[in-house]
């Protein structure tokens, strides 16, 4: 069990996206293998799992939490090469097909699900008088995304890195985030599931942190396995 006392200053909870609130529906690996194979592919779809998750992991990666300024265009062309990356054995021009395929589908709200503990924890956390927000390393497609998913409405703002210009876990993306709010890092809570971009990059940003483990047993005080379960730490 998590354990949290929220100090009087604690003001706002900042929430992950992908993995934390929402989920791709279907999966992204069932995407990615059919519309491969619409295009040429002849990849398994495990073997397009493990290319997926290592294209995306070199193109996360870094220098420490340091990572290299980003926009909404550099965002298209990083998924433009995890594409490629994926799916070396699609000709060049059916591959600029497929990754637009693959970019709109992604953009649909209708592909993207929020989890079951979503709706009643954020209404409650704002009836309880905290601000919320979200805070991804996604592209702008993410506000449509949000808009039509009406349970995420207590959200006040959603910032996604393409507009910050420097993504999770590098210290600016959070610190851009405290100008916009107008609060101190120890007045933000993320709540995330990932380990370096969410766990590490709040810590040494000076935010409070909660690690979200939806799957598998729970190691520290600062792991949850459910977000229902902020309702009875804040």
């Avoid at 069990?1 to 929430?15: I, R």
């Avoid at 990356?85 to 600029?96: G, I, K, L, M, R």
Wanted: glycine share 6%.
């Amino acid at each position: 069990m998590a354990s949290l006392a929220a100090p009087a200053n604690f003001l706002a909870v900042v929430f992950d996206a992908v993995g934390t609130l929402l989920f791709a529906d279907p999966p992204v690996t069932d995407v990615y293998h059919l519309a491969g194979w619409q295009f040429g592919s002849r990849l398994e779809r495990d073997e397009i799992g493990r290319r997926l998750r290592a294209a995306f992991a070199a193109c996360e990666a870094g220098e420490g939490l340091n990572r290299p300024a980003t926009s909404e265009p550099a965002e298209r062309e990083r998924w433009q090469r995890i594409v490629a990356t994926v799916f070396d054995d699609v000709a060049a021009p059916a591959q600029s097909r497929l990754f637009r395929e693959l970019w709109n589908h992604f953009a649909q709200p209708e592909n993207w699900r929020l989890f079951d503990d979503v709706p009643l924890t954020l209404a409650e956390l704002a009836r309880r008088g905290y601000r919320l927000a979200i805070a991804s390393n996604f592209d702008r497609r993410l506000h449509a995304i949000r808009a039509a998913h009406a349970p995420l409405a207590p959200c006040e703002r959603c910032f996604v890195s393409s507009e910050l210009g420097f993504s999770k876990p590098d210290s600016r993306f959070f610190s851009a985030i405290e100008q916009q709010l107008g609060l101190a890092s120890n007045e933000l809570l993320l709540v995330g599931d990932d380990e370096t971009n969410d766990v590490r990059g709040a810590r040494a940003a000076g935010w409070r942190m909660l690690h979200l483990r939806r799957k598998g047993e729970l190691s520290s005080k600062r792991e949850i396995a459910s977000l229902a379960e902020l309702l009875r730490l804040l």
